[in-house]
């Protein structure tokens, strides 16, 4: 089955500063990749969709990621990081029987003032 | 209704003890997920109803764990006599009706947050 592997739990950024947040799939290519934002005390909330029509996504909040299957990655990028931005982060593919979403363990992501 | 639902937002109850979780998920969503997040370790999957379908259960990690879904809409998680290491923020999601090919997006509730004393 299909996974995703994110490193580095906790991220520190700058104000201001990029937001560069890895993401890498297993073996064969996805027919669609996620990325999904959870602020404190509430659910997770789509960030953005990847669905092979184009390789750079954009999404909310001015983030977008870019899919590379030469790097079997999908990695979130934000020019300038912004203190709301504050949250955790998951990369997710789909699971099993592809009724499922099989989701990273998160990245933390702190912004310094 | 407007969200997904989840209730109680926060539980704390003794070791040994049964809690139930409540999910009520976005109105004409076929697709209910329970998923469990433990601290470190990301989001962990639990099971999946679809319409009138038999749950995928395959992600329940022990018989202590239940769920069920009323009338397509309602679920209810169950945990009989609850242990330490179920302490942990349950997720509920729901979707419209997945087409096979991992297309759908899943709305999550708030989530019920259980400490297991």
């Known amino acids: 089955a299909q996974s995703v592997t994110q490193l580095g739990s906790h991220v520190s950024v700058s104000e201001g500063a990029l937001v560069l947040l890895r993401c890498n799939y297993s073996?064969?290519?996805?027919?669609?990749l996620f990325w999904y934002v959870q602020y404190p005390n509430q659910g997770l909330q789509l960030l953005l969709k990847?669905?092979?029509?184009?390789?750079l996504v954009k999404g909310i909040n001015g983030f977008e990621a870019e899919f590379k299957k030469s790097e079997t990655s999908f990695h979130l990028t934000k020019p300038s990081a912004h203190m709301s931005d504050a949250a955790e982060y998951f990369c997710?593919?789909?699971?099993?029987?592809?009724?499922?979403?099989?989701f990273g363990k998160g990245n933390q992501v702190v912004v310094i003032p | 209704g407007a969200g997904v639902s989840q209730s109680p937002s926060n539980k704390v109850t003794e070791k040994g003890k049964d809690v139930e979780l409540r999910c009520d998920p976005i109105?004409?969503?076929?697709?209910l997920y329970w998923y469990r997040q433990s601290l470190g370790q990301g989001l962990e999957f639990l099971i999946y109803?679809?319409?009138?379908?038999?749950?995928?259960k395959s992600g329940l990690p022990s018989d202590r764990f239940s769920a069920e879904r009323t009338g397509g809409s309602v679920s209810t998680l169950t945990i009989q006599r609850t242990q330490q290491e179920d302490s942990a923020v349950y997720l509920c999601?729901?979707?419209?009706?997945?087409?096979?090919?991992?297309?759908?997006?899943?709305?999550f509730g708030a989530g019920s947050r259980l400490t297991v004393l």
């Open positions: 109105s004409g969503h076929t697709a």
């Open positions: 109803f679809q319409g009138n379908s038999a749950p995928d």
């Open positions: 997710a593919v789909p699971g099993r029987g592809n009724n499922r979403l099989a």
């Open positions: 073996s064969s290519v996805p027919p669609y």
């Open positions: 990847y669905t092979s029509a184009a390789t």
């Open positions: 999601a729901s979707s419209q009706a997945p087409s096979g090919s991992g297309a759908n997006v899943l709305t």
